[in-house]
């Protein structure tokens, strides 16, 4: 599945204000069957999401009508537990582009930068800022720029630093993968390998 080009986008977001979710509760380990990234964001957070019967259960953010957005909002410690890469495509199938929080595990992090999902790390402070606008109105909007590296609070126009390995930030700008880079240098690495 081709990643899309991420500069700049303006959304709506989507709250998840729960803490220590896990790669488990993304996308339970009974969905990992498939090896290709589609097909998982029907099954992102499939335990909350639906009740035992399979119907979708209302009280879950993403089956409410009001909430809607490419910007997902998590709670401190965000995708810890297995490493599964899947999470990371589950999120993304189901039309996330960002992921914001407190905190992400390591590998979580890593997982969504290789495959197009633009985690963004603020502080507790802000994060807790966001929480509150969208409590206030579920149709605030926020704006991620990755070049200038920036989440904005469209609301309050507060706007938050985030960092990002360069050369992943690279990727995303670029819509690559790792493989999409190193095709797209072709021509600099014949170019070295002549001139050894």
Request: hydrophobic residues 40%; glycine residues 6%; contains cysteine.
């Amino acid at each position: 599945m081709p990643i899309d080009k991420f500069v700049k986008i303006t959304s709506p977001a989507v709250p998840l204000p729960i803490e220590n979710v896990d790669t488990d509760q993304i996308i339970p380990a009974r969905f990992l069957k498939a090896v290709e990234r589609k097909g998982f964001g029907e099954n992102l957070f499939r335990d909350w999401r639906y009740l035992d019967n399979n119907e979708p259960n209302p009280e879950f953010v993403m089956n409410k009508a009001e909430f809607s957005g490419s910007i997902l909002v998590g709670g401190k410690n965000f995708g810890s537990g297995s490493s599964r890469e899947h999470a990371a495509w589950a999120i993304y199938d189901a039309g996330f582009k960002v992921v914001v929080s407190s905190f992400f595990a390591d590998i979580f992090k890593g997982n969504a930068l290789n495959n197009g999902l633009l985690p963004v790390q603020v502080t507790p402070e802000f994060l807790d800022e966001i929480f509150e606008t969208i409590d206030k109105n579920n149709k605030a909007e926020f704006t991620v720029d990755l070049e200038n590296q920036t989440f904005t609070n469209n609301t309050s126009g507060n706007s938050f630093e985030f960092e990002i390995n360069p050369y992943k930030k690279t990727c995303l700008l670029n819509g690559y993968d790792d493989i999409d880079y190193l095709v797209n240098m072709k021509d600099e690495i014949e170019a070295f390998e002549q001139n050894k």
